[in-house]
T-cell receptor, first 111, second 114 residues
Framework: QQPVQSPQAVILREGEDAVINCSSS?????VHWYRQKHGEAPVFLMI?????EQKGHEKISASFNEKKQQSSLYLTASQLSYSGTYFC????????????FGKGTRLHILP | DVKVTQSSRYLVKRTGEKVFLECVQD?????MFWYRQDPGLGLRLIYF???????EKGDIPEGYSVSREKKERFSLILESASTNQTSMYLC?????????????FGPGTRLTVL
């Protein structure tokens, strides 16, 4: 039931791009993305609802392919501040209110 | 801004002790959640609550119980702490009225059971 994230870890140099994937074996209503910096609480980035929309947040965007039950998070021209662990969370149905999180993807940006 | 606070940042207890972890949110959110976070395992849901006095089991409820007597407060109880409950515990709240139903997390309590 837990969504599968890939890769588990990424090391980039500042300015490079990264893609983090999240896939589920169940039909999804929505996908959430969160970022957790070291020693801090996870912080909400964006939510994608069923319908295949793509969203953006500064240089971070995401897509949701509901047919494949997959979501991807795109980080372009990465900055040092993007370092942290990224979690996807999935909702199975509307108003489910419960989110099941993946194991996370650790992203480390080098100067 | 939504604020979720947890009673302690660090806690050390002995095996067999009863442990209470408190969480308070100030935005009138209906939903509250308790997770534990362990390296390589991500955020795993222990219990959640949709309303006062309501509770639902998450994926790993064994060894835990919860209490929600007031809307703003959600307590996690370890009836008899064991060493395998050493972990980071995160509380979160959300509301379907905020549109995205995004969760707001507290700073976490790092619990060590000796």
């Amino acid at each position: 039931q837990q969504p599968v994230q890939s890769p588990q870890a990424v090391i980039l140099r500042e300015g490079e791009d990264a893609v983090i994937n999240c896939s589920s074996s169940k039909a999804l209503y929505s996908v959430h993305w969160y970022r957790q910096k070291h020693g801090e609480a996870p912080v909400f980035l964006m939510i994608l609802l069923k319908g295949g929309e793509q969203k953006g947040h500064e240089k971070i965007s995401a897509s949701f392919n509901e047919k494949k039950q997959q979501s991807s998070l795109y980080l372009t021209a990465s900055q040092l501040s993007y370092s942290g662990t990224y979690f996807c969370g999935t909702e199975i149905k509307n108003r489910d209110d419960k989110i099941i999180f993946g194991k996370g993807t650790r992203l480390h940006i080098l100067p | 801004d939504v604020k979720v606070t947890q009673s302690s940042r660090y806690l050390v207890k002995r095996t067999g002790e009863k442990v209470f972890l408190e969480c308070v949110q100030d935005m009138d959110h209906e939903n509250m959640f308790w997770y534990r976070q362990d390296p390589g395992l991500g955020l795993r849901l222990i219990y959640f609550s949709y309303d006062v006095k309501m509770k639902e089991k998450g994926d790993i409820p064994e060894g835990y119980s919860v209490s929600r007597e007031k809307k703003e407060r959600f307590s996690l109880i370890l009836e008899s702490a064991s060493t395998n409950q050493t972990s980071m515990y995160l509380c979160a709240s959300s509301s379907p009225k905020t549109g995205g139903n995004e969760q707001f997390f507290g700073p976490g309590t790092r619990l060590t059971v000796l």
